[in-house]
């Protein structure tokens, strides 16, 4: 039997694997199982192959080696440069972040408000875009961290973080970015950034789910999230995840050669946006359309709900999404579009479509050609009718 053939437009949730990352974790598993921190000659060569993971990273990000630390992934690295901050700061009370972050942020925020932490949520505008003068206004002096992701999963509303650390570092506060949907879509430069932590995840860019890094800027008083062994300089407890690590490295010297290429990527999107926005009346675009990582677009179809239109999709073999992958299952619309200030209904029909460098113009020409009918037989049977 033919296995049914896939149509992969979700690519925010997570990416394919590329060859040289499976071959490099193959070898891994095969050859270089050892423990980085045994004393012999053959663990000695896994811990410079980890080694060498940590300056490909590095170099991703123009961090210094020293400055990264792996962990288990972007939802980890995210946790702990906020449970560092609160942990190192002389008991400040209060966290800053914007009502559009990732669970992983806002999930881990409401944690700590239940321990009494107070938590400001910065507000968006209707494009997702936020308003720097607010940042000014709303810390004090007892504001431990700020966190401002630098490109949002859902939109893909890009933010403004250089500005926002350098409010920052004048106010002496702490600035953390979470990057996940930013890394090797678009350029990042820690040092350009003035970023203090800045976290990363590797299935995001083509690599294996369950590894990531935290970027911790030199200097920067840091108190471990999970504590065990000496591993990481003392940052991180537990043993190394060498195959994702590894795999990490790999996928960081492969993303650092394609950045030339996220124009092709920016082509297809456009090419799929403008199409499906041209062909279906009542549709609308979510985020601003000039502030964005080039592999994303949201559109909402009105009078129609995103989970029955995914169930066609899904039926036509197009893998998309209607929010983050975490929250998909569940009946509540998206937190972002909500705190974009868009109606529960324009929400609740919305689709993210995010791509990557697999995705050729045949694969965005079927979607083209097979959304249109599914929109309006699906509007044919809605019971929230209207007539265009
Ligand atoms: N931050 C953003 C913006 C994400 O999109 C994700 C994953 O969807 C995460 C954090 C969490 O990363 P991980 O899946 O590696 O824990």
Redesign the pocket.
């Known amino acids: 039997m033919n296995a049914k053939r896939i149509y992969y437009f979700d690519n925010?949730?997570?990416t394919q694997p590329t060859p040289e990352v499976i071959e490099i974790i193959q070898d891994c598993l095969n050859k270089y199982w050892g423990n980085p921190s045994s004393g012999y000659e053959f663990a000695r060569g896994v811990k410079q192959m980890i080694k060498a993971a940590r300056q490909n990273i590095a170099a991703l990000l123009n961090a210094e080696p020293g400055e990264i630390v792996f962990t288990?992934?972007?939802?980890?690295?995210?946790n702990s440069a906020i449970h560092s901050a609160i942990s190192c700061s002389d008991n400040k009370k209060h966290i800053v972040i914007s009502s559009v972050?990732?669970?992983?942020?806002l999930n881990f925020v409401k944690s700590l408000e239940k321990k009494g932490y107070k938590i400001t949520f910065l507000p968006v505008n209707s494009e997702g875009l936020l308003d720097l003068k607010i940042v000014e206004k709303v810390i004090t002096e007892d504001t431990a961290i700020v966190s401002v992701?630098m490109?949002?999963?859902e939109t893909g509303v890009i933010y403004p973080v250089e500005e926002i650390a350098a409010i920052c570092r004048e106010r002496r506060v702490l600035f953390h970015t979470?990057?996940?949907?930013a890394l090797g879509k678009i350029p990042i430069d820690v040092k350009k950034m003035g970023v203090d932590f800045l976290?990363i995840?590797?299935?995001?860019m083509h690599s294996l789910?369950?590894?990531?890094a935290l970027y911790v800027r030199a200097g920067k008083p840091f108190k471990p999230y999970i504590i065990g062994g000496n591993q990481e300089q003392g940052r991180r407890g537990g043993t190394e995840n060498t195959p994702g690590i590894i795999a990490f490295g790999k996928a960081a010297e492969i993303a650092l050669s394609r950045i030339g290429q996220v124009d092709r990527v920016r082509h297809l999107r456009d090419k799929l946006e403008d199409s499906l926005l041209r062909l279906i009346p009542g549709t609308y675009l979510n985020g601003a359309k000039n502030c964005r990582i080039p592999n994303t677009t949201n559109i909402s179809f009105s009078f129609v709900d995103s989970e029955a239109i995914l169930y066609e999709l899904d039926k036509a073999g197009v893998c998309a999404s209607s929010g983050?992958?975490?929250s998909s299952g569940g009946i509540e619309p998206s937190h972002t579009l909500l705190a974009m200030g868009l109606s529960r209904q324009r929400a609740k029909s919305a689709i993210r479509f995010s791509l990557s460098y697999y995705n050729t113009e045949e694969e965005v020409d079927y979607l083209i050609s097979i959304l249109p009918d599914i929109i309006k037989k699906l509007r044919a049977n809605s019971p929230l009718i209207f007539r265009l």
């Open positions: 925010n949730a997570t288990s992934g972007g939802t980890e690295s995210i972050e990732h669970h992983a942020t992701m490109a949002n999963n979470d990057a996940v949907q976290s995840s590797a299935h995001k789910k369950g590894t990531g983050s992958a975490c």
